[in-house]
C-alpha cells in the first residue's frame, strides 16, 4: 500500500515537473519571439523645457532586434518622419507635417516642439527592398509661448497601417493599471489571422488578435517601476506583422508609462489612518474647549 503511495507521489512530482519544465520554456519562446523580429521604432529621450515656455520631446529612432539590439537605420531604401498635431480647441481634421531627422548623442532622432498644447501623433516610415516599417508614438504636450510654429506641411501621403489611441487622448500622465482603448488601422493589407504582441522590455506581456480591429489593453501595476522614483516611467511596444515571407508590413507603437499615483497604497491602513486622525482632532477641540469653559 504505501509502496503504490509513493509510486504515485512520483508520478504527481513528475507530472508537476514536466508542467513547469513545459510553462518555462513556452516563457522563454514567448520572449524570444519579439527578439528575433527585426523592427522600426521610437524610444523616448528628454523633454526640454525652453525659456520662452515652448516645450521639445527628443524621440530617438531605433531599428534592430527590440529592445537593446539596434543597428544603423542607414540601410533603409527610404526613411521619412512625420507628425500630425491637433489642438484642443479644434475640430479640424489633422494636417501631415514634416519631422526632420537629425543626430542626437550619435544616434537617429526628431526634436518635436510645441508652443501650445497640443496632442501630437508622430511617425516613422521606412522600406528595405519589399518590406515595409512603420515606427510611431503618441503625445501630448504643454507649450505655453507667443511664438508661432514654423510647420512644413506634408504632401499627400499614401495609405499605411497604423494604431490610433482613442482613449485617453488627452492624457498628461498615461500609467500602469490604466485601460487604454486603440483601432489598428490596416490600410490595404489584409490582417487574417494578425495577432498584436505587447513587450515589456524582453517580455511579451499580452498577445490581442485583430478580430475585431478595435481592443483594449491595460498593462500591468510595476512596483520596481513605483520604487524608481516620482518621474519614473517605462514604455511598452505594440507590434504587429503584415503579411509574410520576403514581403511584409511591420507596426510598432511606443507607448510611454509612468509609474502609478494609487498602485500599492494599503486601503485598509489609509482608512484606518484616516479616521484615527478625525478621532484624534476632535479629541483635542473638545479639551481645548472644556479648559476654555472652565475658565471663564
Given at each position: ?132 516599417f512603420l515606427a510611431q508614438t503618441s503625445l501630448i504636450m ?141 479629541s483635542i477641540t473638545l479639551i481645548r474647549r472644556r479648559k ?5
Amino acid at each position: 500500500m504505501r509502496l503504490l503511495e509513493g509510486t504515485k507521489g512520483m508520478k504527481i512530482k513528475y507530472l508537476l515537473g514536466m508542467v513547469l519544465i513545459f510553462a518555462a520554456f513556452n516563457a522563454y519562446a514567448e520572449e524570444t519571439l519579439l527578439n528575433n523580429e527585426s523592427l522600426l521604432w521610437l524610444e523616448y529621450g528628454r523633454q526640454i523645457n525652453g525659456k520662452n515656455g515652448a516645450v521639445t520631446q527628443v524621440l530617438y529612432i531605433n531599428h534592430g532586434r527590440y529592445p537593446k539590439n539596434s543597428v544603423d537605420t542607414a540601410n533603409f531604401d527610404e526613411l521619412t518622419a512625420f507628425y500630425r498635431v491637433k489642438d484642443q480647441s479644434s475640430n479640424k481634421d489633422a494636417i501631415y507635417y514634416r519631422a526632420e531627422i537629425q543626430k542626437i548623442d550619435g544616434k537617429p532622432a526628431l526634436k518635436i516642439k510645441a508652443c501650445q498644447t497640443a496632442l501630437f501623433e508622430v511617425f516613422v516610415r521606412g522600406t528595405i527592398a519589399r518590406q515595409s516599417f512603420l515606427a510611431q508614438t503618441s503625445l501630448i504636450m504643454f507649450g505655453h509661448c507667443s511664438e508661432k510654429e514654423k510647420r512644413e506641411p506634408l504632401g499627400r501621403q499614401d495609405e499605411f497601417p497604423f494604431f490610433s489611441l482613442v482613449s485617453p487622448i488627452y492624457n498628461y500622465w498615461p500609467q500602469t493599471g490604466q485601460t487604454f482603448k486603440f483601432v489598428f488601422n490596416p490600410a490595404d493589407s489584409a490582417v487574417a489571422d494578425a495577432t498584436v504582441m505587447v513587450a515589456d522590455g524582453n517580455r511579451i506581456v499580452k498577445k490581442i488578435d485583430l478580430s475585431p480591429l478595435n481592443f483594449d489593453y491595460t498593462p500591468l501595476h510595476d512596483r520596481k517601476l513605483n520604487q524608481k522614483g516620482y518621474d519614473a516611467c517605462k514604455e511598452n511596444i505594440l507590434f504587429v506583422k503584415q503579411g509574410g515571407g520576403e514581403s511584409f508590413c511591420k507596426t510598432a507603437y511606443t507607448l510611454l508609462l509612468h509609474r502609478s499615483r494609487t498602485a500599492f497604497f494599503n486601503l485598509s491602513s489609509g482608512v484606518a489612518l484616516f479616521f484615527l486622525t478625525i478621532i484624534v482632532v476632535s479629541s483635542i477641540t473638545l479639551i481645548r474647549r472644556r479648559k476654555f469653559k472652565y475658565r471663564w
